[in-house]
């Protein structure tokens, strides 16, 4: 069992950049794909990028390509989110989970709020 931990939301101006980090509290993302998801205020949860620990395979949704990019840390057990080229409606609450089978663990989620 893991338990990720989201960090690294904020308030960003359009065209602006942040990473986010999913990190654990309890466990290690060996074996685990590692996904980040976002919800935006009256909407459902939609997938963003995914990454393949022991291969570092990526994934992305396609309004996402080219300017967010997914990437693991072994030695800090930490997979980040590089968000560049940020638009409005990249606000969402961002979410990591660790999967496993059929196992799935969430974090709590980070705000994003891009501004116009």
């Known amino acids: 069992q893991v338990r990720p931990v989201e960090s690294g939301g904020g308030l960003v101006q359009a065209g602006g950049s942040l990473r986010l980090s999913c990190g654990v509290s309890?466990?290690?993302?060996?074996?685990?794909?590692i996904n980040w998801f976002r919800q935006a205020p009256g909407k459902e949860r939609e997938f963003v990028a995914w990454?393949?620990?022991?291969?570092?395979?990526?994934h992305y949704v396609d309004s996402v390509k080219g300017r967010f990019t997914i990437s693991g840390d072994n030695a800090r057990n930490t997979v980040y989110l590089q968000m560049n080229s940020l638009k409005p409606e990249d606000t969402a609450v961002y979410f990591c989970?660790?999967?496993?089978?059929?196992?799935?663990?969430w974090g709590q989620g980070t705000q994003v709020t891009v501004s116009s």
């Open positions: 309890e466990g290690t993302f060996s074996g685990y794909y």
């Open positions: 989970n660790a999967q496993r089978g059929g196992a799935v663990f």
């Open positions: 990454f393949e620990w022991s291969s570092g395979t990526t």
